[in-house]
Structures are given as structure tokens and as C-alpha cells.
T-cell receptor, first 115, second 115 residues
Framework: NAGVTQTPKFQVLKTGQSMTLQCAQDMNHNSMYWYRQDPGMGLRLIYYSASEGTTDKGEVPNGYNVSRLNKREFSLRLESAAPSQTSVYFC??????????????FGPGTRLTVL | GENVEQHPSTLSVQEGDSAVIKCTYSDSASNYFPWYKQELGKRPQLIIDIRSNVGEKKDQRIAVTLNKTAKHFSLHITETQPEDSAVYFCAASPQPSFGNEKLTFGTGTRLTIIP
């Protein structure tokens, strides 16, 4: 099992460019998440998908869109990149079972720089 | 929404001594409290978690305590070793609406073990 994979690992964009970050999991998990990590800010939820076919906004959704392509894949799109979106982006997944407590497994991250 | 505060932001401990990291949360509906460890340049990984029906949980040198009345929980690492050096994040999650867990993370504690 590869677990959670993300592509690319690194990316440099110019202001106004667009790009899509890809995430896939092979653990048959129902729920998937996108976080951004900035120094001193911890991990902040951008969007999540409780199950295939559903997506919801997290804490910091502005400037992003997501697509839950199928059960395995969850992509994050920046339509018009801004320097404030310079960050490390982590995808995560969890079994998504009803009830309390659901371990999230993280991907290796994508380091994005917007000039 | 949930707000999680984590202290201290940095902590230096002599090898072999104990380390304690504390978190407080605001939403009394929260009932799942995981701790993640993130080594430099790596992804966050779950090290221990606790649910609201338990006051303490221990796994070898790591323990977590929960005080629901005071809305705070703590991570205790005993007999610290150099490989414990990392950033530690606490998180809290309320009752799920779809069976998934929306985690709210603290801002992290950088733990340094001094040989």
C-alpha cells in the first residue's frame, strides 16, 4: 500500500497562474481532506470530502476549488494563484466511519511557492 | 467553530527528562483528541489519541490526559530521547455530521531534546 500520495512535490507559480494539486489514496477510505500549513499557524483545513460525491468548505476555502473525482482521488485547484497561497499543502484521508474518532493519514505534502 | 490553543510553542528538554505539552479547546461538543508528530520536512503522523469517555491513555513513553470539565488535554513524554525532537500538534474534533472528522489543529510545539 502506498497510502496517500500527492503530486507534485514542489511547484513554483507566477501570480495569476492556475494549477491543480493531485491526491490519491489506496486505503479504500471514504473521507479526504486538504490542509495548508504555514509557519506558526498549524494545519488549517481548506476543503474536505466526507464521501464520494460530496465536498464542503473548511476554515480557509477562499481562492481554492476541489473535485472528488472518485473514491480514491481528491484534487485541489488554484484558479488564479496569489503570493498568499505560498504554503505547504497536505492531503489526508480517513476511513470515514460513523461515530467519534477517525484517524487521518497524511500525504507527503506539496511545497508551493507563488511569486 | 472550534478553537484549539497549544502551549508552549517551543520546548527544550534534557535527554531523559519528561516533556509536557498542553492544549485547550472551546467546543464542549468535541469528543476526539489526537496528537500528531511531524519531523522536519515530513508529513504529520498520529502518535496517540483519546476519546471523551476516557481520562487517560498511555502507550509506552507517551501518555495523554483529558479533562473535559476544564476543556484541556495534555501530552506527556517520559524518558525523552533525541528522536523525540519534532513538532507536535494537538487537535480536536466534534461530533461528526457525516461520519467524518473535521479536525481543528493547535499551532504546534517544537520540541528539542538536548543530548
Amino acid at each position: 500500500n502506498a497510502g496517500v500520495t500527492q503530486t507534485p512535490k514542489f511547484q513554483v507559480l507566477k501570480t495569476g497562474q492556475s494549477m491543480t494539486l493531485q491526491c490519491a489514496q489506496d486505503m479504500n477510505h471514504n473521507s479526504m481532506y486538504w490542509y495548508r500549513q504555514d509557519p506558526g499557524m498549524g494545519l488549517r483545513l481548506i476543503y474536505y470530502s466526507a464521501s464520494e460525491g460530496t465536498t464542503d468548505k473548511g476554515e480557509v476555502p477562499n481562492g481554492y476549488n476541489v473535485s472528488r473525482l472518485n473514491k480514491r482521488e481528491f484534487s485541489l485547484r488554484l484558479e488564479s494563484a496569489a503570493p498568499s497561497q505560498t504554503s505547504v499543502y497536505f492531503c489526508a484521508s480517513s476511513p470515514g466511519l460513523a461515530g467519534a474518532g477517525d484517524t487521518q493519514y497524511f500525504g507527503p505534502g506539496t511545497r508551493l511557492t507563488v511569486l | 467553530g472550534e478553537n484549539v490553543e497549544q502551549h508552549p510553542s517551543t520546548l527544550s528538554v534534557q535527554e531523559g527528562d519528561s516533556a509536557v505539552i498542553k492544549c485547550t479547546y472551546s467546543d464542549s461538543a468535541s469528543n476526539y483528541f489526537p496528537w500528531y508528530k511531524q519531523e522536519l520536512g515530513k508529513r504529520p503522523q498520529l502518535i496517540i489519541d483519546i476519546r471523551s469517555n476516557v481520562g487517560e491513555k498511555k502507550d509506552q513513553r507517551i501518555a495523554v490526559t483529558l479533562n473535559k470539565t476544564a476543556k484541556h488535554f495534555s501530552l506527556h513524554i517520559t524518558e525523552t530521547q533525541p528522536e523525540d525532537s519534532a513538532v507536535y500538534f494537538c487537535a480536536a474534533s466534534p461530533q461528526p455530521s457525516f461520519g467524518n472528522e473535521k479536525l481543528t489543529f493547535g499551532t504546534g510545539t517544537r520540541l528539542t531534546i538536548i543530548p
